[in-house]
């Protein structure tokens, strides 16, 4: 197990100065081991569920529930369901399943995309809380609870109607907040994040419902709760660590049985993103908005190689088949790695053709435009950038601030705050701002590319006031720099500064 987290390590290292996801090195080191006939390791299999479970949990204490009732998820997660007998036809032409029930249970499992390669690479572009991101992971959590109603009713795998009890896990809410308040310290913040996940992967266990799903709607149980973002970045590094096993493991299970198979199945994968496309630009959104969605949902579920597994056991999927899931599972995940991190330049590419397929008229994530009337402009309205408003408010500056995220505009709007949507790596966002009269922008996002995009986008623009950015590390400061940007900000190494100079101004007072 040791041997195989350093090279993981050192294909992780190889793929980020590549300028690609290091986790497309743990999924190639896992394709490596199994063609030298690793066998496995139990270790590597505990590693790599605790490290789903966890990333689900944080994933639901960051998601707001009414948005899966809106319109536009579960109409477009309806819409997806179309596809069903598309695979349900090709699973059985190819010769696959033969048995009806598992027929549409395996169909089922194709029509979900994962949540788990969703949410990771959204996160770590920052796009998670962005429409596109909050979009795309309620339309894969609706389809995961189609997908748990449809196996229950079924009666897939011993799966009775107590497993509908998973999603009355958020009810528990009240006990959940009395637990926080008594973690006092980071030490049993993180602790208690643990606890839960793991107490909803058992209650799910113990109701026969698919145990990430327990993990999940036991997050969703502390969704937005204040204070509870901390306990999700106490779960960060300890999650990350542990989901590189997945990846791993996700690896391992590409192989050449059903390969002929495999490559039909993945050739259908290009279908999914259409039937999203489809429904949410004639719901009126815009074009971009809804190729971002399709593209993060692009992929085949881990949830289809458990099926599989559990089919082959039961005699009704051969090898071949079983061979051919994971081919088609793997490889999506390898394609929608790339088409996620590269979803804003594809749509750029293709932005033409994309857009006559939209409706006239107001666009719900319409982009502001014209003059903004206002001295400073700050992008990103996360702890940084709130920070930023807030000086800059009170020295009597007249401030806009700007974010992707809806329900941070909604919040510092009910603050009296001047804060609208825009997304930063939209050019159509800095095609429309007229930014006459502004004096200077401050980038308090997360994402480097979405900083260096924007700081290039005002200078194409004709920009000549100050830009001030944020830099994680040393790193970023040279490409900031040669985007444009003024100033740039260390918020980990200055703040320290701040604070040593605020105690040595004490003690010479």
Known sequence: MPGVLLLAFLSGVVLVRLGLPAFLGYLGIGLGLRLLGFPGDPLLEFFKDLGVYLLLFTVGLGLRLERLARREVWATG?????????????????GLVRNPLALLVLAVAFINPSTVLLARVLQGKGELSALHGQ???????????????????????????????????????????????????????????????????????????????????????????????????????????????????????????????????????????????????????????????????????????????VLYGLGQLTPQGVGAVALAVGGSFLLGALVIQKAHVLHERWKLSLERWERPGLHPDEEPQGALGVRWLVVGMGRTGAAAYRFLAGRGERVLGLDSDPAKVEYHSSKGRRVLYGDAE??????????????????????????????????????????????????EDAPLKEAGVDVVFHPLLEAGERLAERVWEKSEA
Not at 431 to 455: H, I, Q, Y
Not at 459 to 468: H, Q
């Open 78 to 94: 309806m819409f997806q369901l179309l596809l069903l007998p598309v695979f349900v036809g090709a699973l059985y032409l190819l």
């Open 135 to 309: 979009l795309a992971l309620g339309i894969s959590v609706f389809l995961d609870v189609v997908s748990l109603a449809l196996l229950i009713l079924v009666g897939f795998q011993g799966v009775g109607p107590l497993g509908f009890l998973v999603l009355a896990f958020p009810l528990l809410r009240p006990l959940l907040a009395r637990l926080f308040h008594l973690a006092s310290n980071a030490e049993l913040k993180l602790l208690l994040g643990v606890g839960l996940a793991l107490l909803g992967v058992e209650l799910a266990r113990f109701l026969q419902a698919p145990e990430a799903l327990g993990a999940l709607f036991m997050g969703l149980g502390l969704s937005r709760y204040p204070g509870v973002g901390e306990v999700a970045e106490r779960l960060w590094a300890l999650r990350e660590t542990f989901l590189v096993a997945f990846f791993i493991w996700a690896g391992m299970a590409v192989g050449p049985d059903g390969v002929l198979a495999g490559l039909v199945l993945l050739l259908l994968l290009g279908l999914k993103p259409v039937f999203l496309f489809l429904p949410l630009v004639r719901q009126g959104f815009r074009a971009r908005t809804a190729f971002l969605v399709g593209a993060g949902l692009g992929t085949y579920s881990e949830f289809g190689l458990v099926v599989a597994g």
């Open 426 to 475: 939209d050019p159509a966002l800095w095609e429309g701002l007229d930014l006459n009269g502004v004096k200077g922008v401050v980038l308090a996002l997360p994402d480097l590319e979405a900083r260096l995009r924007a700081a290039r986008a005002l200078r194409a623009k004709g920009f000549r006031g100050v830009v001030g950015a944020v830099s994680y590390s040393p790193g």
